[in-house]
């Protein structure tokens, strides 16, 4: 009975190792396409296409600027983005996405 049950335990071992260096493979598939001013990039596909992407919020006094610019990273304000690994942090949709979130925001405070 105990020889089962070490062999158990082996197998539920053996198991938990290949599902997790499974999950690590996947993660280390090089994203394709990332953007300047992505602090970290995680593809979440094998085309590497799929990813999650953690940025700076966009600096609110660059919103109407030609060039918008991303805050600091030491000020903490970041967007956690899931989506095309090619996502441009001062791109139009992330520029509206959020001017829309910040306009809220300021409504609620007051």
């Known amino acids: 009975m105990k020889s089962v ?13 290949a599902y997790n260096s499974g999950a690590m493979s996947a ?4 994203p394709k396409g990332v953007k300047p001013g992505v602090i970290q990039a995680i593809a979440l596909n094998k085309e590497g296409t799929y990813c999650h992407l953690k940025f700076p919020a966009i600096d609110p006094r660059t919103f ?26 001062v791109g139009y949709d992330e520029l509206c996405r959020q001017r829309v979130a910040y306009s809220r925001q300021q409504y609620c405070d007051e």
């Open 5 to 17: 049950k070490i062999c158990l335990s082996f197998v539920i071992a053996g198991g938990i190792l």
């Open 27 to 30: 993660q280390a598939v090089k």
């Open 64 to 89: 109407t600027s030609a060039k918008p610019s991303l805050k600091p990273v030491s000020e903490g304000d970041i967007v956690d983005f899931y989506g095309a690994c090619d996502h441009d942090p």
